[in-house]
């Protein structure tokens, strides 16, 4: 049976805790678009979740041959939404960390912190450019708020992705 939920995530990571509380509890997600999951039953715990942001989208062919990649090490391709791919390996097969080591997760967080900070760019962008705007016109003003919060929140993962940063750096000079 299929289960159909909208819900919205920012943190990803949270989003990933989320899907692999859903496995645990027997449903496996089969797709995804914006802010809709599909979920079908499973075994408790079957499989486990991690998701990705690749440098391209999905269809480029530097993220197909590094899909085809993981596919030949076990790891099961979902979905994808923009440059995010939905990953999942069965449970029974161990452990499924995609980055192991310090250098990789370094690496993977500051890409991940690129993203967020062009978002926000663009949103703060927009939304102040639409509150000047409101001057003349307050629709815009009120649009403009409204984006302007968005960037701040795109803002805030960014800031969380940089501590990890900053924690991770910390613990390889320590290692070193």
Request: proline content about 2%.
């Amino acid at each position: 049976m299929k289960y159909v939920i909208r819900k919205a995530y920012w943190n990803y990571e949270k989003e990933e805790n989320w899907i692999n509380e859903m496995a645990a509890k027997g449903l496996a997600l089969t797709d995804y678009s914006w802010c809709r999951y599909v979920f079908e039953e499973c075994e408790q715990g079957e499989y486990i979740y991690r998701i990705e942001l690749l440098d391209n989208t999905a269809k480029h062919p530097e993220s197909i041959a590094y899909i085809k990649f993981l596919e030949d090490t076990g790891v099961e391709f979902v979905a994808s939404y923009m440059r995010w791919v939905f990953l999942r390996k069965k449970a029974s097969d161990g452990p499924f960390d995609l980055y192991s080591d310090l250098d990789s997760k370094i690496k993977y967080y500051k890409k991940v912190r690129s993203f967020w900070t062009i978002f926000a760019a663009i949103e703060l962008t927009i939304g102040l450019s639409n509150v000047l705007l409101g001057i003349i016109n307050p629709i815009n003003f009120w649009s403009g708020i409204i984006l302007s919060l968005i960037g701040l929140g795109f803002l805030s993962l960014r800031h969380n992705i940089a501590k990890k940063i900053k924690k991770l750096s910390q613990e390889k000079k320590i290692r070193e």
